[in-house]
Structure formats: C-alpha cells, structure tokens
Nanobody, 123 residues
Framework: QVQLVESGGGAVQAGGSLRLSCAAS????????LGWYRQAPGKQREVVAT???????HYADSVKGRFTISGDNAKNTVYLQMNFLKPEDTAVYYC?????????????????WGEGTQVTVSS
C-alpha cells in the first residue's frame, strides 16, 4: 500500500504565502514524478506544478514566478511554496505521485492521490 499525506493548507490574505507538503509512505521502490494539482469549486482539476525524479519542473502559466515545487528524495516528500497568493488560487490542492511499488505479481507503476488540502485566499 502507498499513501500520500498532505499538510500545510489554510487561509491567508492576498499577497501572503503558504507552504504545502506531501509525504509518500508505504511500499515504495521508486518515485518517478510528483506533482500538485488543484480544483476550485465548479471547475475541473488542473495541474499546478510537477517535478520528476531528475529534478525537472513544470508550472502552470498562472503560477509561474509565484510558486516553487521542490522535492526531498530521502524523505519521499514534495513541497509547494506558494508566494504572492491571489484569491483565484483558492482551491483544494491535491498531491499526485507516480510510484513504482511491489504487488503480488511483481513491481508495477501506478498513480496515487492524496486526499487534498484546502487553500483559501481572501482579498
């Protein structure tokens, strides 16, 4: 079993900062990629930022220059530093990981999701 546990959400005023964390645990062979997604009320889930095991990053245009994704391989943890937050950043933020794990039939790679953490930015 693999679990992703997020933390760090909360309520801030516009212009403020938050740092999200997501820790992966369980039967992990390797983590191929990690990412943060968000879903605002009435909208589809969208990618915010991703990072590969090699350290390559990708950001949504709406967060470039404000958000930074980073990873700690030793802790199987990914972070999202969010600065200069805007009301439109309000959403539930989800952690996602592509993890190679061990199953009854041998190793396989699957996508896992955390339960989400609420971020609310007031104007």
């Amino acid at each position: 079993q693999v679990q992703l546990v997020e933390s760090g959400g909360g309520a801030v005023q516009a212009g403020g900062s938050l740092r999200l964390s997501c820790a992966a645990s369980g039967s992990i062979i390797t983590i191929n990629a990690l990412g943060w997604y968000r879903q605002a009320p009435g909208k589809q889930r969208e990618v915010v930022a991703t990072i590969t095991s090699g350290g390559s990053t990708h950001y949504a245009d709406s967060v470039k220059g404000r958000f930074t994704i980073s990873g700690d391989n030793a802790k199987n943890t990914v972070y999202l530093q969010m600065n200069f937050l805007k009301p439109e950043d309000t959403a539930v933020y989800y952690c996602n990981a592509a993890i190679r794990t061990m199953g009854a039939g041998g190793p396989y790679t699957a996508s896992y999701w955390g339960e989400g953490t609420q971020v609310t930015v007031s104007s």
